[in-house]
């Protein structure tokens, strides 16, 4: 299903999450932090908001990170979250500003659309941007902002008198406070915080695409996207713990014999890894449908994103029990991917909201 390009392209970044991530991740989850150091590392290798990478590539790329940490993956999908959406809807001012510092690490974005009442529910956010002349006067709160607290420049979405308004606003301006959320079941290194917006002053220059825009075309590119580079994280949790368990089968000897000699334990591998072929090859089939902006790639991504974040729960449970004891352990990869599991069912739309979406495309098929 790959091209030599893409495997090439899969090896180099499966080679750079296993050198540079997988022996810190444990250390990142502990701190709640990723270090800067890897983010540097990360922009010199070309994978921080990278824009101009082709769909499949850039979905392989978030397997092979998310295979080795999910919270360093929910960067890559913020970063390229943003930088898309400036690509696609931003004026030339914002690419020119943005797009380089995004793209070489020297500025961290974040995405801006949780509120305390409002999230698989986006079009009803109550973040105002009252008109001020040139300027926005932005009045809001904002949840669950990933990397939020390293986060140069934000997405914001609201509403305006003249309808759903998304801006950028800059780290530092006057009445923008930034509060840390620690201590989540998963993703603990994504470093989120709240963003609470007190008046904030900002130019309408910032504005990306027009008002009345705000969700139909920013939030929903923004949140398409990054629904797909989830879906792809979903792939990369599960082949961590296809690969974690199936070592430790081998290793581990029980009653005599080495844990994979056992037809139970077979069993689960058997599942494991079949569960998550079948959704990388959702993954992949998205993938060539984007690139080709192929209409029917929505359902596509909003298909497999819903596939491979549901086998999640059974295919990470079984790796933790496969480890037995060990399986719980924080020194195991698996104990990481048990909980950051749960948290790719709820982000990016819920299971259960692409469960209503994905029924209504079945009834209008049949009809």
Known sequence: MLTSAE??????????????IAPRAA??????EVDEDLI????GAGYLGAADMDEVTFGLLCEEIGAACSSVRSLLTVQDMVARTIARWGSA?????????????????GFCLTEPGTGSDAAAVTTSFEDAGDDWVVTGHKLWVTFGRRADVFLVVGRAAAGPVAALVP????????????GQLGLRAAMLAEVVLDGCRVPKANTVAKPGFGFSHVAGTTLDHGRYSVAWGCVGIARGCVEASAAYATERVQFGSPLRDHQLVRRMLADMQVSTDAAR??????????????????????????????????????AVQIHGANGVDPRFAVERHFRDAKIMQIIEGTDQMHQLNLAGVALRGSS
Request: aromatic share 6%; glycine share 4%.
């Open 93 to 109: 001012e914002q690419k020119d500003q943005w797009l380089p510092r995004l793209a070489s690490g020297d500025a961290i974005a």
């Open 40 to 43: 540097v590392k990360l922009a």
């Open 171 to 182: 780290r530092g301006v006057a009445r923008l406070d930034l509060r840390p959320v620690d």
């Open 281 to 318: 090859l959702m993954c992949i089939e998205a993938g060539r449908l984007r690139a080709v902006s192929d209409p029917r790639s929505l359902e596509a991504t909003m298909a497999a994103k819903y596939f491979a974040s549901t086998i999640l729960p059974r295919l990470t449970n079984d």
């Open 27 to 32: 250390a990142f989850d502990r701190a709640g």
């Open 7 to 20: 495997t090439a392209r899969r090896d180099e970044f499966r080679s750079f999450a296993r050198a540079e």
